[in-house]
């Protein structure tokens, strides 16, 4: 499975876009973008996951560049309830492990 | 539709003893995971079951950990002889099978079974 890599911690201002990078730079061609994140003391929600275009929902936008080596996560409007660690993971469309891998994620921060 | 079911959300064990930890997937969902989060650690993985059959158990300890998801009933993740070292926090996660959900579909999880060792 393709590894992947994220700054420790990043900090977001109330009110404003958080943009959380992730770089997947082997990922192979079978492989999804999936972004959860874990508040303190909760399981891990999903977010979001996509494979080749960009992806939207109710919750954040997911930018994968052209490459697919690199995508970014975008909180439109950051809350304080948006607190957590925010993780990328790749994950096979089918074949091999269908576990999910967590790394250390991101610490995001969002200050009032 | 409720999320994925996990009990009990608090457990206290004494050294030696057994603790069951229960999981009731998402209604629908076939495939169940398990993961164990140490204090001020992250998650990792310990187990992937379909219903009846273990798939992956590459993150299961050799010794004192086992885990089943029968035909009818929640998953149980099973721990003879506790020691201090299992206190952590238990998720257990589960999804439908792959083909039968669109694109690649994702796995949810409960919020847990923290497990304390006195």
């Known amino acids: 499975d393709a590894k992947t890599t994220q700054p420790p911690s990043m900090d977001c201002a109330e009110g404003r876009a958080a943009n959380l990078p992730c770089n997947h730079s082997?990922?192979?061609?079978?492989?999804?973008v999936y972004w959860y994140r874990q508040i303190h003391s909760q399981g891990p929600q999903y977010i979001i996951h996509?494979?080749?275009n960009n992806e939207t929902n109710e919750m954040a936008s997911l930018i994968i560049t052209e490459d697919r080596k690199s995508s970014t996560l975008i909180l439109p409007h950051a809350t304080l309830r948006d607190t957590a660690v925010y993780y990328c993971i790749v994950r096979p469309t089918q074949g091999g492990s269908e576990k999910l891998v967590f790394g250390k994620g991101t610490k995001l921060t969002v200050n009032p | 539709n409720a999320g994925v079911m996990q009990n009990p959300r608090h457990l206290v064990r004494r050294r030696g003893q057994e603790a069951r930890l229960r999981c009731s997937p998402m209604?629908?969902?076939?495939?169940v995971y398990w993961y164990r989060q140490l204090p001020e650690e992250g998650l990792k993985f310990m187990v992937y079951?379909?219903?009846?059959?273990?798939?992956?158990e590459s993150g299961m300890p050799k010794e004192r950990f086992s885990a089943e998801f029968p035909k009818e009933g929640p998953s149980i993740l099973r721990i003879q002889q506790v020691v201090r070292g299992d206190s952590a926090a238990y998720f257990c996660?589960?999804?439908?099978?792959?083909?039968?959900?669109?694109?690649?579909?994702?796995?949810?999880f409960g919020n847990g079974t923290r497990l304390t060792v006195t």
């Open positions: 082997t990922i192979s061609g079978n492989e999804y």
């Open positions: 209604k629908g969902h076939s495939h």
């Open positions: 079951l379909q219903k009846e059959n273990i798939i992956d």
């Open positions: 996660a589960s999804s439908p099978p792959r083909g039968q959900g669109a694109n690649n579909s994702p796995l949810h």
């Open positions: 996509g494979l080749k």
